[in-house]
Nanobody, 118 residues
Framework: QVQLVESGGGLVQPGGSLRLSCAAS????????MGWYRQAPGKQRELVAT???????TYADSVSGRFTISRDNAKNTVNLQMNSLKPEDAAVYYC????????????WGQGTQVTVSS
C-alpha cells in the first residue's frame, strides 16, 4: 500500500510564503507523476501543480509564476513552494501520486490546511 504524508500548511498573511512537503512510502512505480491539488470550501478539488519523475512540470494558471513544485525521486518526496500568497489560495492542499502500470494507480494524502488571512 502507498501512503502520502503532507506537512507545512498553516496560517500566513497575504503576500507571504509557505512550503508544503509530501513524503510517499510503500511500493511506488518509478515512472510516476506527483502533484498538489487543493479544495476550498464549496468548491471542487482542482489541480495546482504536477511534476513527473522526469521533471516535467505543469501549473494551474492561477499559481503560475508564484508557486514552484519540485521533487526528490530517491526519497519519493514532492514539495510546493508557495510565494505571494493570496486569500484565494486558501484551501486544503492534497498531495497525489499516480502512475500507469497495468492500469492507473492513484493515491492521495490526508490534506493540509493553508489559510491566507491578515
Amino acid at each position: 500500500q502507498v501512503q502520502l504524508v503532507e506537512s507545512g500548511g498553516g496560517l500566513v498573511q497575504p503576500g507571504g510564503s509557505l512550503r508544503l512537503s509530501c513524503a510517499a512510502s510503500g511500493t511506488i512505480f518509478s515512472i510516476n507523476t506527483m502533484g498538489w491539488y487543493r479544495q476550498a470550501p464549496g468548491k471542487q478539488r482542482e489541480l495546482v501543480a504536477t511534476i513527473t519523475s522526469g521533471g516535467t512540470t505543469t501549473y494551474a494558471d492561477s499559481v503560475s509564476g508564484r508557486f514552484t513544485i519540485s521533487r526528490d525521486n530517491a526519497k519519493n518526496t514532492v514539495n510546493l513552494q508557495m510565494n505571494s500568497l493570496k486569500p484565494e489560495d486558501a484551501a486544503v492542499y492534497y498531495c497525489n501520486v499516480r502512475w500507469l502500470n497495468l492500469g492507473v494507480r492513484a493515491y492521495w494524502g490526508q490534506g493540509t490546511q493553508v489559510t491566507v488571512s491578515s
